[in-house]
T-cell receptor, first 116, second 108 residues
């Protein structure tokens, strides 16, 4: 296993378009997290899944944002009607629910979104 | 007031210097993470600790739960240590709350 992967790595879109990002966690990690990082800031929590259940959503996640993890493996984050303020790095992380690395989060390389 | 405060925001050091980055937090936590982020965005976990001290190579992380304070030390710093170092706390739950990061530049 090569770690958490995200696709695409970069996305440029025009304001008003919809975009979808994908995250593939480390195999058998049942927890998956989405974070957003704007330039010069630390990441901010968006949402969290345990298996296929979305257990927590930040108030940052407006109605235009939706995340799914239908089979408890990969996850998608969709942004509808993108705005320039959505430009950021979107980070995915996964962690195991037990074992030596319990509660340690392993991050993907991120998807950098630019909204023109 | 942010829940996680880091200092300094920017740090420039000469190769070989001993470096300390500080992190203070204001909430109850189950664990504290130190993360490293290189240009391009990738984040690597350096340490996760809930008490005491951990050491890995030239990196040392300490935490004082009573004072709600943690430090990351780099001994014999090297230009390849140049990166953003982020402190993040795990509240009782599962999400991480991040500091704004410390930009470290080590000059040769």
């Amino acid at each position: 296993d090569t770690g958490v992967s995200q696709d695409p790595r970069h996305k440029i879109t025009k304001r008003g378009q919809n975009v979808t990002f994908r995250c593939d966690p480390i195999s058998e990690h049942n927890r998956l997290y989405w974070y957003r990082q704007t330039l010069g800031q630390g990441p901010e929590f968006l949402t969290y899944f345990q298996n296929e259940a979305q257990l927590e959503k930040s108030r940052l996640l407006s109605d235009r944002f939706s995340a799914e993890r239908p089979k408890g493996s990969f996850s998608t984050l969709e942004i509808q009607r993108t705005e320039q303020g959505d430009s950021a790095m979107y980070l995915c992380a996964s962690s195991p629910a037990f074992g030596r690395s319990y509660n340690e989060q392993f991050f993907g390389p991120g998807t950098r979104l630019t909204v023109l | 007031k942010n829940e996680v405060e880091q200092s300094p925001q920017n740090l420039t050091a000469q190769e070989g210097e001993f470096i300390t980055i500080n992190c203070s937090y204001s909430v109850g936590i189950s664990a504290l993470h130190w993360l490293q982020q290189h240009p391009g965005g990738g984040i690597v976990s350096l340490f996760m600790l809930s008490s005491g001290k951990k050491k890995h190579g030239r990196l040392i992380a300490t935490i004082n739960i009573q004072e709600k304070h943690s430090s990351l030390h780099i001994t014999a710093s090297h230009p390849r240590d140049s990166a953003v170092y982020i402190c993040a706390v795990m509240e009782y739950g599962n999400k991480l709350v991040f500091g704004a990061g410390t930009i470290l530049r080590v000059k040769s």
